[in-house]
C-alpha cells in the first residue's frame, strides 16, 4: 500500500494544523522556543479508499460464489465408472415423474394412492437389483393417535386417522439382526397447490437412490437402516408420530437423519443436531462430502424465527431420539407455493444433496457410535462450517475456555500495544489507557448511532408504503441499511480526529479505535458464551485473527514503524474473515429474507433484519471503517462512499426496483377461503348465516388496499377486527392454531355460498353416557379444526383427546381460551366423536351457554368444487401472486 508522509505544516491536515502538539520524530528540525512544529504523520492519499472499496466488493463476492458453489451433476453415463457413486441424473429424472403426480395432500388420490403407488414400485425395483448381502423389508403402515404440540399451558392438540407412511428396513440377509436402527426420514405428502419438488420430493428420492446403492454393496451395514417415506407431514408432523409411538420397527433407534425443506434447491444446509451429541457433529464432520451448517441456525430456528417445524421434533420428543435435521433454505420465495418445481432445482442440487445424504448413512450405519449401549460424550455443542470446505464443532465446554483465554490474550497484546505507542510518544502508559477508554466510548456510540439510523430508516420506508423493498433484490439491502450503519459508524472517528486534540499520533489513534472494536467484540463475545448462546463462534472468529494480527504487529514492534507497516497485517489477518462473513450473510438474507413473505402483517422479522445487517456490518466492516483516519481528505471519503451509497439505496427504494415481488420468482403470498358460515344459538337456532372470503393475511403489504386495482372485488373487503369481540377467532375457520395472531388483521369479502362436497356438522351424543359430559360426532372433510371456548368462569377438567389440556387465548377476548384441535384423516375418511366433561359453578344459569364449539371444515384438495365465481376472483389476482385457496364450511354452536 503507498502511503503519503506529511513532513511540513503546509501539508498536515487540518487536525494536526489544531492539535499544535510536539514532534516526537528524531529526524525532525530543531524547533525555535516560540514555534513548534507538527509531528510527522503517515497518512494514506484518498483516492486509496476507492480501491480498498473494490477489493472488499471482490472479497465478498468469493463469499457469494462460495455460498452458491454445487458439485457437477453425475450422469447415468458416468455411472459405470462410478458405480458406488449417487448418480444425480437419475434421481433428476425420478423426481420429474414423482411431481407429475401433483399436489399431495394428505387425503388425497394422489397423496394416499398415486405417490404410495410410485413408492412401492421403485422399492419393488430396487429390491429386484439388491445384493444379497441385504435384505429388505417393507411395510405401509396406517396410523391413530394424537398428541400435544405446543408449550403448555397453551399450544394445539394434533389429532390424526389413517395416516400412512410406507417404510423400508434393512439388515443383513445373514447372522444375527443388529439391534441398532439408524432411521432416515423424509416426507411426500405436500401442501395446497404446491407439487413440492423441494418440500420434500428431491429429499424423497435421494432416499430412493440412497436405499438402491446401499442395496447393491457387497457389505452389509453394521446396523439396521429404516427408511421412513412419511405420508403426513404437511399437516402438523402427525405421521412420524404414529410411526415413532406406535410402528413396531421404532424400537432401538439410535440414530436420525431428517430431509426437510424450507426453501427449493441449493445447498441442504445442517440447522438441528443432537440434542447434547458431539458424536453426531464429529460423524457429520467426517463423512459428509459437502459440510453446510452452523449452530447459529439451530438458536435461530429453536427459538422461534423461523416460521416452520420439522419431524425432527417430534422424533426428538416423543422417541427421545437424536439426529441431524437438514433442509434446503435456499429460495425460500417459492416454498409452499406453486412454483416449488423441478424447473427451479439447479442440476448441482441433486449431487450436492445425494453425495451427503449417501455417505452420511454408509458411514452412521457401520459407526460404533450407534451401538446401543455405546458410552458417547454429551453436551451442548457449537458447530459451523467454513466456506463449505470442513466443519468444526466443539463442545460448550471448550467454547468456554477458549473464548476466556482469547479474552486474556487480546487484552495483553492491547496493553503491550499501548505500552509501545506510549514509550515512543514519550507521554504516561496511564495517557494511552486514558485515551483508549474515550475512544471505547466514542466507538459505543457510533454503533448506536448507526444501529439508530438504520431503525430510523426502516420506519420510514415503512410509513412511504416501501415496506419490504429489498424483498426480491436482496443487494439493496447494502445500501438501505449498511451504508447508513456505516454512515453512523464512520462519524465518530471522523469528529474525533478532526476537533479534538490528540495526544498520539493519528497512526495510533487508528490503532486505539481498531483496539476498541477488538475489546468490545471480545466482551459481547463472554456474555454470549456466560449466557450459554452458542452463535459467540462468530466473534470467536474474529477474534482469533485479530490476536493473530496485531500480535505480530506488537512482538515484531510494527506499532511505530513509520511507515505504518502495521496495516499490511492487520489487513491480511481480515481476508479470511471477510470472506467468512460475506459467505454468513449471503446464507442470512438469502434465507430470512424470503420468510418475511410468510410471517404475517406484525412479524417482528423486519427488526430482526435490521439488527443481522448492523450486526453482519459490524463485523464486516469494524476493522476497516476506523482506517478512514489514516485518509487525507477523509470528510471527502465520507461523504463521497458511504454518503453516495445511502443516497443510491434511497433512490431504488423509489423506483419500481424497490417494489417487493416478482412474477414466478418472488410472488407475494394469499390465503384465501370461500367461505359458507352457519351461527347456531342455544336449542340450534341460526343466529347468523352468511358467506365470503376470508384473506389471511401473509406479510406486512397483505391487505385490500394493495390490490384493489388489480382486483375489484378488494372494494368490498371488510376489516374483521369488530367481529372479533363477539366471535371466537373473530368468526373465521383457521387452518392451524399459529393463524390465531394475525385472524385480527385478516379481511371479509361478502361473496355468494360454495359447494361443498361433504357436509360440514357436529351433532350432540346424548344416549348413554355420564349426565355431566358432553359427548360428539363431527363430520366433515379430511382436514378439520375445532375450537372448544367454555364460557369464563367453566373449565374442562377431562376429555377424550389425549392427557393434556392445552389452551390457546382468544384474540380481543383477554377473559376467555379456547382449546384447538386440528383433526387429519388420510387413506380412510369416517366421522370421529369426541367428549368432555366441564366444571361449571352451581349457580349457572341453565340459558347461559356453558360453551361455545366451532367446526372448521377445510376442503384442502376439491379444486373441481370451486364455483366459477371464485376462479374468476381467483384468476384476478396479478401474476407476482400466489393465491392459496380452497373451500370452507364453518359452523359455531352454542351448548349448555
Known amino acids: 500500500m503507498e502511503v503519503q508522509p506529511r513532513t511540513s505544516a503546509e501539508d498536515v491536515p487540518d487536525f494536526a494544523q489544531k492539535s499544535n502538539i510536539q514532534t516526537s520524530d528524531n529526524e525532525a528540525n530543531e524547533e525555535t522556543e516560540e514555534k513548534v512544529k507538527p509531528r510527522r504523520e503517515i497518512l494514506i492519499p484518498f483516492w486509496v479508499s476507492p480501491i480498498v472499496l473494490g477489493i472488499g466488493i471482490l472479497m465478498f463476492y468469493a463469499g457469494t460464489v462460495a455460498f452458491h458453489s454445487l458439485p457437477a451433476m453425475k450422469t447415468l453415463a458416468e455411472e459405470r465408472d462410478y458405480p458406488d457413486d449417487f448418480i444425480g441424473e437419475r434421481a433428476k429424472y425420478l423426481l420429474d415423474e414423482f411431481t407429475k403426480i401433483g399436489q399431495k395432500v394428505v387425503g ?45 399451558p397453551t399450544g394445539a392438540i394434533a389429532y390424526y386417522h389413517e395416516l400412512q407412511n410406507v417404510i423400508v428396513r434393512v439388515k443383513p440377509s445373514s ?84 430431509l426437510e425443506a424450507t426453501g427449493s434447491g441449493g445447498k441442504e444446509i445442517l440447522f438441528q443436531a443432537g440434542p447434547g451429541a458431539p458424536w453426531l457433529l464429529n460423524l457429520y464432520a467426517k463423512y459428509a462430502k459437502h459440510p453446510y451448517g452452523a449452530a447459529m441456525g439451530e438458536e435461530l430456528f429453536q427459538g422461534g424465527f423461523v416460521p416452520s417445524d420439522t419431524d425432527f421434533r417430534i422424533f426428538r420428543d416423543f422417541g427421545g431420539v437424536q439426529g441431524l435435521d437438514t433442509a434446503f433454505p435456499y429460495n425460500g420465495y417459492v416454498y409452499h407455493t406453486k412454483y ?70 487480546l487484552i495483553v497484546i492491547v496493553g503491550f500495544s499501548i505500552y509501545l505507542m506510549t514509550k515512543a510518544e514519550k507521554v504516561p502508559f496511564t495517557t494511552g489507557l486514558l485515551e483508549l477508554g474515550k475512544i471505547c466510548a466514542v466507538h459505543i456510540l457510533s454503533i448506536i448511532l448507526g444501529i439508530g439510523l438504520c431503525l430510523l430508516l426502516m420506519v ?28 453512523g459508524l464512520a462519524l465518530g472517528p471522523c469528529l474525533y480526529f478532526t476537533f479534538r486534540k490528540l495526544p498520539l499520533r493519528i497512526n495510533h489513534e487508528v490503532q486505539l479505535f481498531l483496539h476498541a472494536h477488538a475489546l468490545l467484540l471480545a466482551l459481547i463475545m463472554i456474555i454470549m458464551t456466560g449466557l450459554r448462546i452458542r452463535s459467540a463462534y462468530l466473534l470467536t472468529v474474529l477474534v482469533i485473527f485479530y490476536c493473530a494480527s496485531s500480535g505480530i504487529s506488537a512482538v515484531f514492534r510494527l506499532v511505530n514503524h513509520r511507515h505504518i507497516g502495521w496495516i499490511y497485517f492487520h489487513i491480511l489477518g481480515l481476508v ?81 426496483i424497490g417494489f417487493p415481488y416478482r412474477a414466478d420468482t418472488n410472488p407475494q403470498r394469499y390465503w384465501i377461503f370461500h367461505t359458507d358460515r352457519v351461527f347456531y344459538e342455544l336449542n340450534n337456532n341460526v343466529r347468523k348465516t352468511d358467506a365470503g372470503y376470508m384473506l389471511l393475511p ?113 384474540p380481543k377476548m383477554p377473559n376467555r381460551r379456547a382449546h384447538f384441535i386440528v383433526r387429519t384423516a388420510g387413506k380412510v375418511l369416517r366421522p370421529f366423536s369426541f367428549w368432555f366433561d366441564l366444571e361449571t359453578p352451581d349457580n349457572w344459569s341453565p340459558d347461559t351457554p356453558k360453551v361455545t364449539i366451532a367446526v372448521s371444515g377445510h376442503f384442502t384438495h376439491y379444486d373441481n368444487e370451486k364455483t366459477p365465481e371464485f376462479r374468476r376472483f381467483i384468476d384476478s389476482f396479478p401474476d407476482w401472486t400466489d393465491v392459496t385457496a380452497w373451500i370452507v364450511g364453518y359452523r359455531v354452536y352454542e351448548f349448555n
Open 576 to 656: 479470511l474473515p471477510f470472506i467468512f462473513f460475506a459467505y454468513l450473510c449471503t446464507i442470512a438474507f438469502t434465507t430470512f429474507v424470503p420468510m418475511n413473505g410468510r410471517a404475517g402483517p406484525q412479524s417482528d422479522l423486519d427488526i430482526l433484519l435490521v439488527v443481522f445487517s448492523c450486526a453482519m456490518a459490524l463485523f464486516l466492516g469494524g476493522f476497516i471503517v476506523p482506517l478512514i483516519g489514516l485518509c487525507t481528505r477523509r470528510w471527502w471519503v465520507y461523504g463521497l462512499i458511504f454518503g453516495l451509497f445511502s443516497v443510491l439505496g434511497i433512490i431504488l427504494l423509489a423506483t419500481p
Open 340 to 409: 416449488d418445481s423441478i424447473d427451479v432445482i439447479p442440476d448441482g442440487t441433486y449431487q450436492h444433496t445425494g453425495d451427503n445424504v449417501l455417505s452420511l448413512v454408509k458411514g452412521m450405519a457401520n459407526s460404533p457410535e450407534l451401538d446401543v449401549g455405546a458410552d458417547l460424550s454429551t453436551g451442548s455443542v457449537i458447530f459451523f462450517d467454513f466456506m463449505g470446505w470442513f466443519m468444526i464443532s466443539y463442545t460448550e465446554v471448550v467454547a468456554i475456555i477458549v473464548n476466556s483465554l482469547l479474552t486474556i490474550l
Open 460 to 487: 420510514i420506508y415503512k410509513a412511504v408504503g416501501r415496506a419490504l423493498g429489498f424483498y426480491s433484490e436482496l443487494w439493496l439491502l447494502y445500501g438501505i441499511y449498511f451504508s447508513p450503519f456505516y454512515l
Open 175 to 258: 447372522g444375527p439382526t443388529p439391534a441398532a436402527t439408524l432411521l432416515v426420514n423424509s416426507h411426500f405428502d405436500t401442501v395446497p397447490t404446491s407439487p413440492g419438488a423441494s418440500d420434500a420430493g428431491i429429499m424423497i428420492i435421494v432416499m430412493l437412490e440412497t436405499l438402491r446403492k446401499i442395496v447393491r454393496s457387497p457389505q452389509a451395514m453394521r446396523h439396521n437402516i429404516v427408511f421412513l417415506f412419511n405420508g403426513a407431514e404437511e399437516i402438523g408432523l402427525k405421521a412420524a408420530h404414529g410411526f415413532i409411538t406406535g410402528h413396531p420397527w421404532r424400537h432401538n433407534i439410535t440414530a436420525l437423519i431428517n
Open 698 to 810: 401473509m406479510d406486512s403489504n397483505s391487505y385490500p388496499d394493495f390490490l384493489k386495482d388489480y382486483v375489484p372485488e378488494m372494494e368490498s373487503a371488510v376489516a374483521v377486527e369488530e367481529d372479533c369481540t363477539e366471535e371466537i377467532f373473530c368468526g373465521l375457520p383457521l387452518y392451524r392454531v399459529g393463524m390465531a395472531r394475525d385472524v385480527p388483521h385478516s379481511h371479509w369479502i361478502p361473496a355468494s355460498p360454495p359447494h361443498l362436497n361433504h357436509s360440514v356438522t357436529l351433532t350432540r351424543i346424548t344416549n348413554q353416557i355420564p349426565a355431566e359430559r358432553m359427548a360428539f360426532q363431527v363430520e366433515g372433510p379430511s382436514r378439520i379444526t375445532l375450537y372448544i371456548a367454555p364460557a369464563p368462569g367453566i373449565v374442562i377438567k377431562n376429555w377424550s383427546f389425549i392427557p393434556e389440556i392445552p389452551q390457546v387465548g382468544i
Open 108 to 152: 388425497s388420490e394422489e397423496n394416499e394412492v398415486l405417490a404410495v403407488d410410485f413408492l412401492l414400485r421403485e422399492i419393488e425395483a430396487i429390491d429386484q437389483s439388491r445384493h444379497h448381502a441385504h435384505q429388505i423389508e417393507l411395510d405401509v403402515s396406517t396410523h391413530d393417535g394424537g398428541f400435544f404440540l405446543g408449550s403448555l
